[in-house]
């Protein structure tokens, strides 16, 4: 049978056996991750990352035609869990995302929406612009980098974009050809997060394309590049998806042509948003049936001088030993690594601010449609996720608890989060104001090029007041790292204590590894660890941006 034949056989849904399913899983984790398998493999040992997550997400569900999520493989990516999930579908089907008809305009997502409120309120914002730094090694040809960035843009229609109001809505319309170029400035005597602050500027949404990129140079030669999208057109894994593509480009190679754009998936979504209404609705009444307050954090406003822009970053990487101590822990345990950060920083909010109800947005990825895998555009969602924290449980008993819990969310995650505020203001449980002051958010770096390296992701406006986003890349010879930028606004934060609060989340790191049994009660105080010396943790901060750059 040729490898085309092969891949139509997965296509069909049908009734199977245990062991065919078991089978056939096997030839599909082999076909993702391009090696012999076997059932006790674990995937991110293997080095499954959101893009594997998302092939096999989709190779899964064609085949047996379930709905699986991928969130889902990040939670349990264990082959007991996919074949019960298998075997638990009453009606083999998956959707079938037909191309929206053509019309001059076309509907915004339900993200789209609130970027663009965000943006036409307050024109002059840079809250929505997404700027990233790469420090280039070798060289690079501009020319080519021009001819292959223009080639992306003609591919993805989301890149050729406008947005503004007309009539009485919002719409996108999707230009036949636009302008594109790749300025160069020089570094000279300046850090680079000075040359990034004096090149991010707002985005004109009628103007497309709405991202920048930048050469920075040092001497006359490409050292840095940076990107700089608004948020209505691309998120992180559109960001890599399009690095993928720029160097499979850059170096020659054929692209797979797309059979959908995001002007489809805006389309489908907008159709089905009064069938996902009547289904996801009780879910998040019930969630937040009271609102809790938000969490106190240790803010400190009135030593702050005034600042041009209101937000910071502050970077650092886990020891190596620790992530190798990290992943035995979780693999023993059986749980995934977002499943014990997400746990751990539960628990962390709860030592610093003594509250035990609590609420974190978390973002999804929202690519839970095969046909929408290899898009650029924005498709996550916040969900804010509520918690009891528990002080008496161990934190092993906490982290399968939150693991029961989680998927939930994920299973109403199409419901939008602004949809989620209408609601509750509707029912007077709150009043204008969202539902949580401090973010969650776990990535993959999927794409990889000796030539790139990601060194700066500046923020110049936060989206809350502390955010805590955990990044996982592959680093050559030395496996996998551990990255944690930490966002904050620096109107109400000391940079001063957002180092402090690194460590003591790194410290807990380091303790629970140790042992995953020790009672959150009985985790180091947070008090006395700022007061403390705390120099255990100095390796892992060895990369503050503002010291490194």
């Not at 209505?232 to 797979?256: A, H, M, Q, V, W």
């Not at 930028?485 to 790194?506: A, D, G, M, P, Q």
Request: aromatic share 12%; hydrophobic share 40%.
């Amino acid at each position: 049978m040729d490898a085309t034949t092969k891949q139509a056989a997965l296509d069909i849904p049908e009734v199977v056996s245990e062991n065919t399913i078991q089978q056939d899983l096997v030839k599909i984790w082999g076909s993702v991750f391009e090696q012999s398998i076997s059932t006790d493999d674990d995937f991110f040992e293997l080095g499954g990352d959101s893009i594997k997550a998302m092939a096999l997400v989709s190779k899964i569900n064609r085949r047996f035609g379930v709905l699986l999520q991928i969130e889902e493989i990040f939670e349990d990516g264990s082959f007991d869990y996919q074949i019960n999930r298998i075997q638990g579908v009453q009606s083999p089907s998956t959707e079938n995302i037909k191309r929206a008809p053509v019309q001059e305009f076309y509907p915004l997502s339900n993200t789209q929406k609130g970027f663009f409120a965000l943006s036409h309120i307050n024109p002059e914002t840079v809250s929505c612009n997404i700027p990233i730094v790469y420090k280039v090694y070798g060289g690079m040809d501009l020319a080519l980098a021009k001819n292959s960035m223009r080639e992306i843009i003609r591919r993805h229609e989301i890149l050729r974009t406008s947005f503004r109001i007309e009539g009485s809505k919002v719409v996108q319309e999707v230009l036949d050809k636009v302008e594109f170029d790749i300025p160069t400035v020089e570094r000279g005597d300046r850090s680079i997060r000075e040359v990034v602050e004096s090149l991010v500027k707002p985005h004109n949404l009628e103007a497309p394309p709405l991202f920048r990129v930048t050469a920075i140079m040092v001497e006359g030669e490409v050292k840095f590049l940076l990107f700089d999208s608004h948020h209505i057109i691309s998120d992180l894994i559109s960001l890599n998806l399009f690095l993928k593509e720029f160097f499979l480009l850059y170096r020659g190679e054929p692209l797979t042509p797309l059979k959908n754009q995001y002007k489809d998936f805006a389309y489908w979504q907008q159709e089905r948003m009064s069938e996902v209404k009547i289904k996801n609705r009780d879910f998040w009444l019930e969630a937040f049936d009271e609102v809790p307050p938000k969490i106190n954090l240790p803010v400190a406003m009135e030593t702050l001088e005034t600042y041009k822009y209101n937000g910071d970053t502050y970077k650092f990487e886990f020891d190596h030993h620790e992530i190798i101590e990290l992943r035995e822990v979780c693999k023993k345990e059986k749980v995934s690594q977002f499943t014990f950060m997400m746990s751990l920083f539960y628990a962390f909010l709860y030592k610093i601010s003594n509250q035990t109800d609590l609420v974190v947005g978390l973002t999804s990825h929202g690519r839970n449609v095969p046909e929408f895998h290899n898009l650029i555009g924005v498709f996550v969602n916040t969900l804010p996720v509520r918690t009891q924290v528990d002080p008496n449980l161990s934190f092993l008993d906490f982290v399968h608890q939150f693991k029961t819990e989680i998927p939930k969310y994920f299973a109403n995650q199409d419901f939008p989060y602004d949809s989620v505020l209408q609601e509750l203001r509707a029912k007077n449980l709150i009043q204008n104001r969202g539902l949580f002051n401090v973010m969650f958010e776990h990535h993959q770096v999927d794409w990889q090029d000796p030539k790139l390296n990601l060194v700066d992701r500046p923020l110049l406006a936060p989206k809350c007041d502390l955010a805590f986003q955990v990044g996982n890349k592959v680093a050559g010879e030395q496996g996998a790292e551990i990255i944690l930028f930490v966002e904050f606004n620096k109107n109400i934060f000391k940079r001063e204590t957002i180092k402090i609060l690194s460590k003591y989340f790194s410290s807990l790191v380091e303790e629970l590894t140790t042992n995953i049994n020790t009672k959150i009660s009985d985790l180091g105080d947070y008090e006395a660890f700022k007061n403390g010396p705390y120099e255990l943790q100095e390796k892992f901060h060895k990369i503050d941006l503002r010291h490194e750059l």
